[in-house]
C-alpha cells in the first residue's frame, strides 16, 4: 500500500511540474454597471508624462460623462508576450501602445482594428511620412503614430572638461576623446556602453551601407554576415573596450541610466531623452548635481552625423474592444494637434510628436537639439509582419553581438544570427 | 498496566536486533491487548459514499488542476498556434507535425542530451553530499547537531527566486564576492571575470545552487531514517572488524535502501524538472546554451510565442520521465508482490 502511495506522489509531483505550462490572463472587467464605461489604455514606462496623460483624460472625461479613463503602465521587457495574450482576449485594453519595429507583426494578427476608414477624424493628413509607415501594412492604417526618438551621446561636462574633450564630430574624433578621457582618469570609464546595445549597433551597419535584413526573392534574409555587419561590429568593439560594462547585457539590465549612471565613474554613454531626465533624477534623489551635455553619434566624416535607430510608438485601438468607438475618440484626441503640441512641450522636445507642427523649439544645449540633429539620419527597421518575431527574447542580434565581443569571427557569427533571423522573420 | 510496562521494560534489551527478536515478542505483545481490536475496525471501515465523499476534494482538485491542464496540453501538442492563431483563435490540427518538426530538430536533442547529463550530474552530487551530511548529523552532539539542522532548514526553506538573486550576485561580472575571493586568494585573472561566459559554467553555478538547495532534504531524510538503524548492528560490525565504509555498505545502506530508492527518483523528478533556478539565473541563456527541457519548452511558447510546439516539447518531457521511472514504479511493484 505504502509503495503504491508513494509511487502515486511520485507520478504527481512529476506531472505537476511538467504540464503546468499555463497562461495566466487576468481578466480585465469593461463592466458597464449603471452604464459607466471605462476605456482601458495600455502605455509604456517612459513614453507619457503623468502630467499630460491626466490632462488628456480629464479632457477626454470631460467630453464624454460617465466614462473613465485608466491607465496601465508596462514595462519593455517581455511585452510581446502580453501585448498577444491581451489581444486573444475577450476584453482587452481599448488602447495600446505598440512600439513601431512590432506594430506590423501586430496587424496582421488581425487583432488591430483598421482604422483606416477614420483617417480624416485622427488627423492623418498631418503626420509625419517617415513615422506612418510603421503604422501602415498593405495600405491599410492598423495604428496612429505617437513620437519617435532616437539615442543621442550623453557625458558629463565636468569629465571631458577636466580631460580637455570636446564633442567630437567624427568617429575618429570620437575615439581620440575617449583615450584621452581614460588617460585623464583611470577610475572612469569614457564610455558605458554595455554588449547588447543592438539599436547602436544598427545604426553602424547602416554607416557601413549594410542593413539587419533585406528582402530576396520574395523572402527576407539576415545581413549580419556581411563584411558591412562585420566593420559595424569591428567599431562598436572598439567603443565598447572604453567600458567595463558586462558584453551580455543590454542597456536596459541594469538600467543604464537609473543604475549605473547616478552610482558615478561614468563619463558618456548612450542614451534616449527620458534615460536622461531619469538619470538626472536619480541623481539628485542620491545628493548629486548631474551636468550633462549631449551630441549626436558622431558619423564617419564631419558633414554627415551617424545613422540611428528611429524608435517610437505607435497607438492601437484593439479589434475585440468593447469601446472602440470610444478608444478611436481618445486616439483622436491623444494624437491631436493640440495635445501633441503640450506633448512634445511636457517632454521638453526628448520625444519627437507625430506632426511637424507640434515640434517643440529645443533649447540650446538641450537632448532635444541633438537628437533632431541626428534624427536627419534616422532609420528604421525593416517594416515587416515578421520583424517582431526577430525581437522576440532571445534576439539573435543580441548573441551575435555578444560572441564578436568575446573574440567570435563576426563573418561566423553572423551567418549563424541570419540563419535564426531567416527562420523567425518569414513566419 | 504493570504487566505491560514490566513487559517493555523487560523486552527494550532483548530486542536488540530488530527482526530476530520481533517476532518472539509479538505474543508477548498480545498478551498486553487484545489482538482482535484492529482486525475488526478494519472491517468496519465505513462503506457506501462517505470514503467516496472524504476522497472527491482530493480528486476534484487533482483532475481540474493536474488533469485537465494535462488532456489539454496534449491536444495543443497536435495544433498549430502561434502569436496569429492565438489572437485570431484558430487552432488547426495539424496532426504530429509539431513532433516531427521537434525531432528533426539538432537543437532539441541537444537540449535532451544537456537536461540529462545536468540532471545526472546534480543527483548524483546531491544524494553523495546528502548521505554524508545525513551521516554527520547522526555522529554530533546535540548542540552541533542542532545548528547544522537549523542550517540546513534555513537553506532548505529560502524561496528559489530570492536564492538564485543571491547567487547571481556572488557571481556577478563587476562586483560579484567570488571574483573578490579569488583575487585576494591570490588568482590571477579573476578582474571582471564572466563566470556566465558559456552555457556549461552557467549550468555549473546553476548545479551549486540546486545541490545546496536540495541536500537539506536528502540529509534531513537520511538522519531520520539512521536513526531507525540500531546501534547494536553498529556494534555487531564493529565487532566483526568492519571498517566505516563496509559498516555503510553492509549495514546502513541495505537498511535504508528504501529510503535511498525514494529520494532518488524523487530527486530524478524534481531536478529534470527544475525551472526556476535555471531561467532565473540567465533565461537559458548566453546564446540558449543553458536551457533543459522545461526552459526550453518555455522559451519556445511563450518567449518566441510557439505554442503548439511547446505543448509538445512538454508531453516529449513527460514520457521521457515516465521511461525513466517505470524502471522505478517497477522495482516498487517487485517489492510489493514480493511482500
Known sequence: ??????????????????????????????????????????????????????????????????????????????????????????????????????????????????????????????????????????????????????????????????????????????????????????????????????????????????ELAVKDGGKWKGQLGTPQAASAMEFYKKLQSFSTAPKDKDEAT?????????????????????????????????????????????????????????????????????????????????????????????????????????????????????????????????????????????????????????????????????????????? | MTVHSQGAATSAPQDAPPKSAGRPKAPLAGAGRTTGTPRRGRASLPSGWLPYALIAPAVVSIAGLLLYPLVKNILLSF??????????????????????QLLGESRFWTVVVRSFAFTAANVVLIMVLGSLIGILLNRLGTKMRLVLSLALVMAWAMPIVASVTVFQWLFDEQFGVVNWLMRTLGFAGYEQHNWFESGFSTLVIITVLVVWGSVPFVALNMYAGLTTVGAELYEAAKMDGANGWQTFWKVVFPNLKPFFLVTTFLEVIWVFKAFTQVYAMRSGGPDRASETLPVFAYIEGQAQQHYGLAAAISVLTILMLVVVMSFYFRLILKQEEEQ
Open chain 2, 79 to 100: 495544433q498549430q498556434v502561434n502569436k496569429i492563431e492565438l489572437i485570431q483563435r484558430k487552432a488547426p490540427f495539424i496532426g504530429l507535425d509539431n513532433y516531427t
Open chain 1, 254 to 427: 541594469p538600467q543604464q541610466s537609473t543604475d549605473i549612471v547616478p552610482k558615478g565613474g561614468v563619463a558618456s554613454w548612450i542614451g534616449l531623452g527620458w534615460e536622461a531626465q531619469g538619470a538626472l533624477k536619480a541623481l539628485k534623489e542620491a545628493g548629486k548635481e548631474g551636468d550633462f551635455g549631449y551630441f549626436p553619434i558622431p558619423g564617419k566624416t564631419a558633414d554627415k552625423p551617424g545613422s540611428v535607430f528611429l524608435g517610437g510608438s505607435n497607438l492601437a485601438v484593439a479589434e475585440r474592444s468593447k469601446n472602440k468607438d470610444l478608444a478611436k475618440e481618445w486616439l483622436a484626441l491623444a494624437a491631436g494637434k493640440d495635445q501633441m503640441t503640450k506633448y512634445a512641450a511636457a517632454t521638453e522636445g526628448a520625444l519627437l510628436p507625430n506632426q511637424q507642427a507640434a515640434n517643440f523649439a529645443a533649447a540650446a544645449g538641450s537632448f532635444a537639439e541633438s537628437m533632431a540633429k541626428g534624427a536627419a539620419a534616422g532609420k528604421i527597421t525593416p517594416v515587416t509582419a515578421g520583424w517582431a518575431n526577430v525581437e522576440t527574447e532571445p534576439n539573435p542580434i543580441k548573441e551575435f553581438m555578444t560572441k564578436v565581443l568575446k573574440g567570435e569571427d563576426a563573418a561566423k557569427a553572423g551567418e549563424a544570427a541570419d540563419k535564426e533571423i531567416a527562420s523567425r522573420i518569414n513566419k
Open chain 1, 1 to 210: 500500500m505504502k509503495r503504491k502511495l508513494i509511487a502515486a506522489v511520485g507520478v504527481a509531483g512529476m506531472m505537476a511540474g511538467v504540464a503546468a505550462c499555463g497562461n495566466g490572463g487576468d481578466d480585465k472587467g469593461t463592466a458597464d454597471a449603471n452604464g459607466n464605461k471605462t476605456v482601458t489604455v495600455w502605455v509604456m514606462d517612459g513614453s507619457a508624462p503623468k502630467a499630460w496623460l491626466d490632462e488628456v483624460n480629464k479632457e477626454f472625461e470631460a467630453k464624454h460623462p460617465n466614462t473613465k479613463v485608466k491607465v496601465e503602465i508596462q514595462q519593455w521587457k517581455g511585452i510581446q508576450e502580453k501585448v498577444t495574450t491581451a489581444l486573444s482576449e475577450n476584453t482587452p485594453p481599448d488602447v495600446i501602445e505598440l512600439g513601431n519595429t512590432q506594430t506590423a507583426g501586430y496587424a496582421v494578427t488581425g487583432g488591430l482594428a483598421d482604422l483606416t476608414g477614420d483617417k480624416a477624424k485622427l488627423g492623418a493628413d498631418a503626420w509625419q511620412k517617415g513615422m506612418l509607415s510603421s503604422a501602415e501594412v498593405d495600405g491599410k492604417l492598423y495604428s496612429a503614430p505617437w513620437y519617435a526618438a532616437n539615442r543621442v551621446v550623453v557625458y558629463d561636462k565636468k569629465a571631458y572638461q577636466k580631460a580637455g574633450v570636446t564633442p567630437p564630430k567624427t568617429r575618429d574624433e570620437w575615439i581620440a576623446g575617449l583615450e584621452k578621457l581614460k588617460a585623464s582618469d583611470p577610475a572612469t570609464q569614457p564610455i558605458y556602453l554595455p554588449g547588447q546595445s543592438w539599436y547602436v549597433l544598427a545604426g553602424f551597419v547602416w554607416d557601413e551601407g549594410g
